[in-house]
């Protein structure tokens, strides 16, 4: 089951590419593509696209989400004549919308949730631990219940599409969240390939998914493998090397599909750092 697009390039006058995509036919394509065309005309444009990639995800349990992502989502919206600045500016609450509600049930039965603050109050939890972090460099909180009506915050997830998008950017507030015994994760697509004519168009990512980036992507993994900057990176971009057992760190980086068995590593990790 291989459905084949077409990869466009940004220059006038070079020919497409055409990359396959294992785990969706094209007629899967053509719905996906409907269905998000749909939710664009129907609400605003984050919920379009967290709904149009859930669906497609839920689908298509087999497909590497990140391919579903950058090659269903992304490149279509960019034929229906999205900017890619346009994108950057929806797409980052996009994914967090979808990461909260993929994974609040799988979370429930452990008493977790993941959640998406407002502002003011993000800011007025982040003044309590001394700091001037603001809720811009905390996409998701994790939440651990105390009783029935309260929960507690024990950690944050940065969400990021690619790790191009400024990882250092999240940097401080990680750094400052781990000195205060909370846990500072990293959720990403990993999603990142070369249009032509500069490639193929296949989604590598930029963690070593493809050999020639070796060292570039050694740079990345070093945020976590080697100095250990976030307590962990989840990758859902199946072409993602995960990290060995053991790393300088003690960190790690981990590689997984939006079907693993449950509890997947991403919820294992969470539950398991409650229990420790």
């Known amino acids: 089951m291989v459905a084949t697009l077409e990869c466009k390039s940004v220059q006038r006058g070079v020919p497409s590419k055409w990359v396959d995509v294992a785990g969706i036919t094209d007629r899967q394509v053509q719905d996906a593509h409907k269905r998000l065309d749909a939710l664009v005309k129907s609400t605003n ?21 990140s391919d579903l992502w950058q090659h269903i989502i992304y490149r279509h919206l960019l034929d229906e004549g999205w900017s890619d600045n346009k994108w950057k500016r929806v797409s980052g609450f996009a994914l967090e919308l979808a990461l909260v509600e993929a994974y609040n049930p799988r979370l429930a039965p452990f008493d977790i949730r993941m ?8 800011n007025k939890f982040l003044r309590t631990l001394g700091t001037n972090v603001t809720a811009t460099k905390v996409d998701i909180f994790l939440l651990q219940r105390e009783n029935a009506e309260e929960w507690s915050v024990f950690g944050a997830a940065h ?10 950017d999240d940097v401080p507030a990680s750094e400052f969240l781990m000195k205060n015994n909370l846990l500072s994760i990293m959720l990403t697509m990993d999603s ?10 296949v989604n590598f990512g930029e963690l070593g998914g493809r050999s ?3 060292s570039k992507a050694r740079i990345k993994r070093d945020y976590i493998e080697k100095t250990g900057q976030f307590s962990a990176l989840f990758s859902f971009n199946l072409r993602t090397p995960p990290s060995p057992e053991k790393t300088p760190s003690g960190r790690r980086i981990y590689t ?3 079907h693993d068995k449950q509890p997947d590593q991403l919820v294992h990790f969470l539950s398991a750092s409650l229990a420790s």
Request: glycine fraction near 8%; proline fraction near 11%.
């Open 45 to 65: 444009p984050s919920k379009a696209v967290a709904g149009g990639f859930l669906a497609v995800v839920e689908e298509c349990p087999t497909a590497n989400p």
């Open 115 to 122: 959640k998406i603050m407002e502002a003011e109050h993000a």
């Open 159 to 168: 969400v990021k599409s690619s790790i191009a998008e400024r990882i250092q």
């Open 192 to 201: 990142k390939s070369y249009p032509p004519p500069h490639g193929e168009c």
């Open 212 to 214: 020639v980036d070796v």
């Open 256 to 258: 997984m599909g939006f």
